[in-house]
């Protein structure tokens, strides 16, 4: 058992900003992986020749920029998506959590993978629009921005293409959540110590370890849901797909037929070397923002040290301790006046 602690020094909205933040920052640094990844996925003609030259003949024949296709689409989608999960995830750890505020590592991951779930649902449009982006020539679009994009999908092939995936998606959550829970009940067993003594780098490092592990067990739903956001009969090639399939199951006899069982996999490798950057910028990042803010608050001296300002109840919120403030300086003012007289 584990009790949830959530830092009440630091207000929702600006938690969700840090995240947000540090969230923008790990996927513009990882994107061109991200983007080899989901052209393998799809099995695009790029991606036929392997990692490396896939991403020489896509800056050759579109341009550098091209690394970065669907990355803006990806960066707006974080605010309302980490949103949706920060509300769900809170109302869920409130329903899995005892009488004395603990809460087991397998509910807290359930809790963690059925508010991605949600959030995954009311943003999947936008996850649609980035595979469509990322797959069209940036030099001859099909679509010429995020906008056009959700315009063209609905007019042409229906509001429900805009959910096309959204079954794999989901199914992908459990062998991702099993992947998780199996890294982090062997935890202490690794570390040979329990697990609240370890270190942020220990928890950096689990951290990856367990996204690479839930990563590589759910990647072929993954792969499904990828192709099935980019085939479509308006796109040039059937978006550049390379099996033909009816459905999320023929989608899954299609690929292992025609490329194997491990076809299932193509783009993992992208996939697994981003973890590390994508990790440690965003838990980087984020702690510097959290620095920031704690320092706005009152309960730091500076935003580049841990040093707490003296004086300070590290207990109260945010809203608490303004108060105080205020009424401190309300009962001290009239004080000062009265002596000036």
């Not at 990856?208 to 592990?213: L, P, S, T, Y």
Request: charged share 20%.
């Amino acid at each position: 058992m584990a009790a949830w602690r959530r830092d009440g020094r630091v207000t929702a909205v600006q938690r969700l900003g840090c995240a947000g933040l540090a969230g923008t920052l790990s996927l513009s640094l990882t994107a061109p992986l991200e983007l080899l990844t989901v052209l393998a996925q799809v099995g695009t003609w790029h991606s036929r020749r392997g990692l490396r030259a896939a991403g020489h003949c896509l800056c050759r024949t579109e341009g550098v920029r091209a690394l970065w296709k669907g990355n803006l689409t990806a960066c707006l989608r974080l605010f309302p998506y980490s949103a949706l999960q920060i509300a769900a995830s809170r109302r869920l750890v409130i329903l899995f959590t005892d009488e004395l505020g603990h809460i087991s590592h397998w509910r807290a991951i359930m809790a963690g993978s059925l508010a991605g779930m949600v959030a995954t649902i009311v943003t999947y449009p936008t996850d649609v629009i980035k595979t469509r982006l990322i797959v069209q020539n940036r030099l001859e679009p099909s679509y010429e921005g995020i906008l056009h994009a959700l315009y063209r999908i609905h007019r042409q092939e229906g509001f429900l293409a805009l959910f096309r995936g959204v079954s794999p998606a989901i199914l992908g959550a459990v062998p991702f959540s099993a992947g998780s829970f199996f890294v982090y009940i062997n935890l202490d067993r690794i570390w040979r110590e329990p697990m609240v003594q370890f270190t942020p780098l220990q928890n950096f490092i689990n951290g990856c370890v367990a996204a690479a592990v839930a990563q590589t067990l759910s990647f072929p739903f993954e792969t499904v849901k990828r192709k099935m956001q980019a085939q479509s009969p308006w796109l040039p090639h059937y978006g550049g797909v390379d099996v033909h399939f009816t459905g999320m199951t023929d989608c899954f006899r299609q690929t292992v037929k025609h490329k194997g069982v491990l076809g299932l996999w193509n783009g993992l490798t992208p996939s697994l070397l981003k973890i590390v950057p994508y990790f440690g910028v965003m838990f980087s990042t984020f702690e510097f923002c959290k620095r920031v803010c704690l320092y706005r608050n009152g309960y730091i001296e500076s935003p580049l040290n841990y040093k707490l300002t003296p004086g300070v109840d590290q207990s109260l919120k945010p809203q608490e301790l303004r108060e105080l403030k205020l009424l401190r300086r309300e009962s001290f003012e009239p004080r000062k006046s009265a002596l000036e007289n």
